[in-house]
């Protein structure tokens, strides 16, 4: 078992920054690839950015390629997404998620086998 719980969202106007943060939980937690998937209203669930807990790789949706950025701090079991430059369309319910399948399959929201709850971020004037 895996227990992810995303905290950080909030409403913010276009051009903020917002960083939220997803705690994981459970033994093998560190066996499993890290991703930020958003739902907007009436959309598909699409993924964000995905990260592992070891190693240098990132993956990014080219939507926020440039703006938002996915790190990890290992001794707090913890996975953050820096969003800066927020846009309206940005505005979603944004999930933490994991995978045993690696990072390969990180982009698939198929694949995922944990999900948090999520966390609403609203950008608006």
């Known amino acids: 078992q895996v227990q992810l719980v995303e905290s950080g969202g909030g409403l913010v106007q276009p051009g903020d920054s917002l960083r939220l943060s997803c705690a994981a939980s459970g033994r093998t937690v560190s066996r499993y690839a890290m991703g930020w998937f958003r739902q907007a209203p009436g959309k598909e669930r699409e993924f964000v950015a995905g990260?592992?807990?070891?190693?240098?790789?990132?993956y990014y949706a080219d939507s926020v390629k440039g703006r938002f950025t996915i790190s990890r701090d290992n001794a707090k079991n913890t996975v953050y997404l820096q969003m800066n430059s927020l846009k309206p369309e940005d505005t979603a319910v944004y999930y933490c998620?994991?995978?045993?399948?690696?990072?390969?399959?990180?982009?698939?929201?198929?694949?995922?086998?944990?999900w948090g709850k999520g966390t609403l971020v609203t950008v608006s004037s």
């Open positions: 998620a994991a995978t045993s399948g690696g990072l390969g399959y990180i982009y698939a929201a198929d694949a995922m086998d944990y």
């Open positions: 990260t592992r807990w070891s190693g240098g790789s990132t």
